[in-house]
Nanobody, 123 residues
């Protein structure tokens, strides 16, 4: 069973970088599509980035394109989200999610979710 745990969040100044990690402690998600989502206070959870099971395909929200990069190491059961040039509007709880669906971009398409990690960007 897929069991996701995020880490790497924290407080950073605008323009800084963070790398989030999503580990599957169930050691089963090498064949799953994995997405990153975020939710700011008072807002709906929104799509950030997605990577296919083989890492051959990635897709990003327009708001993070060119600044964020998603990658995965299936040997380590880990997906990463490298976040550069962070802005205050990137402040949110970041969640990773996994599903067998291909190129899933919507919250409702994902069956498995982590608990989230807080990212705060100060101006």
């Amino acid at each position: 069973q897929v069991q996701l745990v995020e880490s790497g969040g924290g407080l950073v100044q605008a323009g800084g970088s963070l790398r989030l990690s999503c580990v599957d402690s169930g050691r089963t998600f090498s064949s799953y599509t994995v997405g990153w989502f975020r939710q700011a206070p008072g807002k709906e959870r929104e799509f950030v980035a997605v990577i296919s099971w083989s890492a051959g395909s990635t897709y990003y929200a327009d708001s993070v394109k060119g600044r964020f990069s998603i990658s995965r190491d299936n040997a380590k059961n880990t997906v990463y989200l490298q976040m550069n040039s962070l802005k205050p509007e990137d402040t949110a709880v970041y969640y990773c999610a996994a599903d067998l669906a291909r190129r899933a971009l919507q919250v409702r398409q994902y069956a498995y979710w982590g608990q989230g990690t807080q990212v705060t960007v100060s101006s």
